[in-house]
């Protein structure tokens, strides 16, 4: 039986910090294998069409490498050979070519797995889906609105649920994407899936692989998680490709009784813990850092208030009047611990960052408000925006607007 270690929630919290990357000084001049280290380290961007900011698979490579250039990002999902794919993993996410083949398994789940309007346009318009199957191999890539004018099947559609009143052959489109036998060969500029076959954007070498076992990809899967959360209970480990409990308790067994894993107690934590057993532990980390509300060290809430103490919400879909932080708000990673949360805006008409509110933490430090006010200046050149304006709302927004210099 593998002995229990004992970490304090600092040095839990250093560990988990490193292991996403965040302790580490950014580059000068960030390049394809500066972003290549990232990902390989996090392991999954997760994707939202939000954009009041910036798209949120964006965001955490400037928490982690600082102004980069998005053509690195671009090239790396769109031009040969691919090093970054889409697919369900957490969410809507890129994942590395080979993690893609860990999630076969999820593909051939389709007809169970799919949410409804996916699964029933099969039963419901079988020639649809075998339409778009044959348009798109005979002329992909394609966005939804293409196959549609291509196909001249623009259903009525309906219009009660804002954001999913797809059309039959949108549903196709996204049946033969949660079953993998499409892709998305990039995006256009209103960020609508170019859809393609599989086997023509994935690298050939993983595209023939043959599907490894659902037992072998789930642990295969759990090793990844585990490596890019440094520390984590069994729950976040599971939570990282959204598995379920069963296999993922069964990879995390197996894990311990090779070594990879070492089952921790972290004080103060409500449940055992698992270390990942080559995971950096810090004895300081001097971390910067604005977290998109998607960011895979947040995006657990139950963790992230364990790891930090505070309690992170997205309020997005939360009516403006009930909301307590803002609308997109951003956590600001300081040293070890959050600090702060900005609810951001990029007003691109004015040319400005707008910091619609600024909100301390309890624990915040006095030198919170110019560490802040550099981060948000260097995001603001990063989008190409020519300063930082901050409204009053929020305990922080005095202190943080006289630490911006455009309003010092």
Known sequence: MATRETMTAAQARRTAIAAQGLAAARPAAPTARHLQRVVDAVGVLQIDSI?????????????????YDPELL???????????VEYWAHEASFVVPATHRLLRWRMARAASDAWGSVRSVVSEHPGVVEAVRAEV???????????????????????????WNWSAVKRAC????????????????????????????????????????EADAVRALVALSARALGVADETSLRDYFRLRPGPSRAAVAELVEDGAL????????????????????????????????????????????????????LEVYTPAAQRVHGYYV???????????????????????????????????????????????????????LGGVEVAPRGDLAARLRGAVPQNA
């Open 51 to 67: 954009q009041v900011l910036a798209r949120s698979h964006t965001l955490p490579l400037f928490s982690r490498l600082g102004p």
């Open 174 to 213: 996204e049946h033969l994407f949660f079953t993998g036998e499409l892709t998305a060969a990039g995006r256009t500029a209103s960020f609508e899936r170019r859809y393609d076959l599989a086997e023509r954007v994935l690298p050939p070498e993983v595209a023939s692989a043959p599907d490894p076992s």
């Open 74 to 84: 671009r090239r790396a999902a769109e031009e040969r050979p691919r090093r970054l």
């Open 137 to 163: 191999t005979a002329g992909g890539p394609m966005t939804a609105r293409e196959l549609e004018a291509a196909l001249a099947h623009d259903a009525p559609r309906a219009r009660d649920h804002w954001g």
């Open 262 to 313: 070492v089952p921790v107690d972290v004080r103060g934590w409500a449940r055992p813990a698992y270390r990942w057993s080559t995971a950096p532990r810090p004895r300081r980390v001097e971390a910067r850092a604005l977290l998109s509300p998607f960011d895979s060290l947040v995006w657990h809430r139950p963790r992230t208030e364990e790891l930090f103490g505070a309690r992170v919400r």
């Open 330 to 384: 951003l956590p600001f990673l300081l040293g070890d611990a959050l600090v702060a949360r900005v609810d951001l805006k990029a007003d691109r008409t004015r040319g400005v960052l707008v910091v619609l509110a600024a909100h301390a933490e309890p624990q915040a430090p006095p030198e919170t408000a110019p560490e802040l006010a550099a981060e948000l200046g260097e995001l603001a050149r990063w989008l190409g």
